[in-house]
């Protein structure tokens, strides 16, 4: 069984967190704030989602910052990540989303086989996204200030990914 992990300022990730347990029931038996996680919870499984938001000019929320010097004791070798992140491509589109990508960029370093990190960007609009690679978001885009009526249908979507390419070894 998987873990859900991640990071929030407002509570909106939150809430998104618990629509992608309760679309992947099977796969995620634990969800939790970063800011409540050990460096240790990382050992004793081989999935886990992991997300947040886009914070300030592109940064991580504060309680990632906090845990991200802690990735570096992590190996990730043999373990698949898929990735979420929230942004508003209305008032920060210039780095929507980017903070995705500091995490993508830290767990690819470690040896993490991301999955369902190809995912399109169109219906978005925005200048820049640092979570832009080779065209496609390196994970779950998700905008609840201004599209929250298709949060639901993006997450529907990326799940449907993150099942075809979750190799069975992750499941255990």
Same mark, same amino acid.
């Given at each position: 069984?998987?873990? &859900?992990?991640?990071?929030? $300022? ?7 967190? =618990?629509?992608? $347990?309760?679309?992947?029931? /099977?796969?995620?038996? =634990?969800?939790?704030?970063? $800011? ?9 499984? *081989? ?15 504060? /309680? ?6 802690? &990735?570096?004791?992590?190996?990730? +070798? ?9 942004? /508003? *491509? ?14 993508? /960029? ?23 996204? =640092? ?14 200030? +201004?599209?929250?009526? &298709? ?5 529907? $979507?990326?799940?449907? &990914?993150?099942?075809? *390419? ?7």
């Amino acid at each position: 069984m998987g873990k &859900l992990f991640y990071g929030t $300022q407002t509570g909106y990730t939150a809430v998104v967190a =618990e629509k992608i $347990q309760a679309a992947l029931p /099977d796969l995620i038996g =634990e969800v939790k704030c970063i $800011q409540f996680v050990k460096a240790e919870e990382f050992s004793d499984c *081989q999935f886990f989602v992991l997300g947040g938001s886009t914070w300030g000019d592109g940064e991580l929320t504060d /309680d990632w910052v906090d845990f991200f010097p802690q &990735l570096d004791k992590i190996d990730f +070798n043999g373990k698949t990540v898929a990735l979420f992140a929230l942004g /508003d *491509q209305a008032s920060y589109s210039y780095n929507f989303v980017s903070a995705m990508k500091l995490l993508y /960029d830290k767990l690819k370093e470690r040896g993490a086989n991301i999955i369902a990190d190809r995912i399109p960007t169109t219906g978005f609009e925005y200048d820049h996204s =640092e979570s832009v690679v080779d065209g496609h978001f390196v994970g779950l885009t998700i905008d609840e200030m +201004n599209e929250p009526e &298709l949060t639901d249908s993006r997450i529907e $979507q990326w799940v449907s &990914l993150v099942k075809a *390419q979750l190799p069975a070894p992750a499941l255990a």
